[in-house]
């Protein structure tokens, strides 16, 4: 009988290691999902912003922001997909959610990119991405702007800036 007791709490415990919960990050009030909405699933990045040495103006130059491009994985280290230009983020099972920025908060860390609202502006296929409303960048390291003058010398030049955070979606 004890046997029997031990052999189901085990397999509990493993169903609940399996199917961990995910919590929602606390974030400013303008970063939070709508209401009515529910988080359904976590994403680590890893991987570089892309900026451009551009013209801004007749006289000055600045980096400007190109794109996006990591790698997502999951608390595991299981692939989840890649996000890039649009910004656009990608399952593994081929759906997509395309997101247009509907709120920003510069974060805690000067150093890092801001953190983001974003909301879906289209999705498409029937997986991961294809439910997702909303998109919160949360915890983020790096990717900003290179330090480095932008000059005419360096015009058109491409930086790619290692950055990490965390991404939530909301359905």
């Known amino acids: 009988m004890k046997r029997g ?10 169903a609940c290691a399996e199917k961990s919960v995910i919590v929602a990050p606390d974030v400013p009030a303008a970063l939070r999902a709508p ?10 990045a890893a991987g570089v912003q892309i900026y451009e040495c551009s013209r801004k103006g007749d006289a000055a130059f600045e980096w400007a ?8 994985v999951d608390r595991s280290g299981k692939s989840l997909g890649k996000h890039y230009a649009g910004p656009t983020w990608e399952s593994d099972d081929g759906s997509r ?8 908060d510069p974060g805690p860390t000067p150093s890092a990119i801001p953190w983001l609202l974003l909301s879906a502006k289209s999705n498409s296929g029937s997986g991961t991405f294809a439910e997702a409303k909303s ?37």
């Open 5 to 14: 007791i031990w052999l189901v709490t085990m397999l509990a415990l493993a």
């Open 35 to 44: 209401a009515g909405q529910t988080l359904y699933l976590e994403a680590l």
């Open 65 to 72: 922001f190109k794109a996006p491009r990591a790698a997502l």
């Open 97 to 104: 959610v395309v997101g247009q920025v509907a709120a920003r």
């Open 135 to 171: 998109i919160q960048r949360v915890a983020t390291s790096g990717g900003i702007a290179p330090t480095t003058p932008c000059t005419t010398a360096k015009l058109n030049e491409v930086a790619a800036v290692p950055y990490t955070a965390t991404y939530y979606f909301y359905r």
